[in-house]
């Protein structure tokens, strides 16, 4: 594609990262027909195609409106898009940028605004979040349904092995994770103990930096991603293995560390060297010998819902399938599995409507081949799907979780 950016403004960081990723775009429209919004709307600058051609106006310095980030704003970020694209358009890291150049000129409403903040100032913070959790919890029995059903269920964490292996890893406890699903990373940790693997958490560690960067407080991000760093840097001195996701979406963040801190001189190598060492936890265990699990999933049918944060975003489709199937779990098929379920971090609150659509058709999805269980990889998409079916929803590693 063609561009007519203004020098002043290509020679910026932004204009020149832009510039770089629209020319690689061909508008070949492949990406259209796995786009989940241009799916529902039918409206072609509600996909990324229309997306590409209003960013690329918007830096050329054409008139952007509000109409402009209503657009950018329905996109979910999900990337499907790049795994169809065959000329390899980075969409994820151009959305980031036309959203911030169009926050910049546009502004938002005052309430819009204090939205906005109020996630990131909630939602990024475990000791804010666990609070209001616990309340939400101990509230549960007599909320009413349409809110009770948004409220996790109180669920104990479980015994984490103490660390007595030679191999160790560490592992992000995140943000919302801790108080809504501690199981989550305590069954990880049990499950590598028992292949002979150590599992850490660094006490200082927090929010991955996804909800204030995907909102455009991109120095706010990456305030989180340095601390992060910080609280890795002593172990990986020491040299831990690798550092393990749970949560697909933080996955996908903390591999572009290395992307969103490479102009910092004193974070730039440490960051190269923490998207290096990230891995999903499917990519730990389709590496191992599962054998020692002894454990037989005698045909249980499961239904797995792939986040996008995992397939698209971190190129990582059918691992977790692969390792279930090798444990005798049966996998139900599900008709549209690269759609989003609609969660998308924040998006299933600030685009309630269109995000409820793709839960629906998500969880018709899921239920259509009668699963015992459904799992997922990412705990916004597990929270969102509960919301939709009486199934139980769980994490993928939970079923390996088998004393």
Partial sequence: MQTAIPDPIKATDVGKQADDILRTCVHCGFCLATCPTYDLLG?????????????????????????????????????????????????GHLVDVGRQVVDERVGRKPSDRFTRWALRTVLSHERRVTPLVKLGQMMRPVLPAAIKKSVPEKRAAGHWPAPRHARRMLVLQGCVQPSMAPQINAAAARVLDRLGISLLAAPQAGCCGAVSYHLNAHEEGASFMRRNIDAWWPFI?????????????????????????????????????????????????????????????????????????????????????????????????????????????TYSILQKALSQQLLKNKVEALESGRPDIIVSANIGCLLHIQTGTQIGVRHWVELLDVA
């Fill in 43 to 91: 409206n072609e600058l509600d996909s990324p195609r229309g997306r590409i051609y209003l960013i690329k106006q918007v830096m050329e310095g054409q008139e952007v409106t509000e109409k402009t980030q209503l657009h950018l704003d329905r996109c979910l970020t999900c990337r499907n898009c790049e795994t169809t694209c065959p000329s390899g358009v980075n969409y």
């Fill in 237 to 345: 001195e020491k040299g831990v293995e690798a550092i393990v996701m749970t949560a697909s979406g933080c996955g996908a963040m903390v591999r572009d560390y290395a992307h969103v801190l490479r102009h910092d001189p004193g974070y730039a190598h440490k960051a190269q060297r923490v998207t290096e060492l990230t891995r999903d936890l499917s990519e730990i265990l389709a590496g191992e010998d599962l054998a020692v699990l002894d454990l037989n999933g005698d045909g249980r049918k499961v239904a797995y819902h792939p986040p996008c944060t995992l397939q698209h975003g971190q190129k990582l489709a059918g691992v977790v399938e692969e390792i279930l199937g090798r444990l005798n779990y049966a996998l139900t098929p599900i008709e549209d599995k690269h759609f989003c379920c609609g969660s998308a971090g």
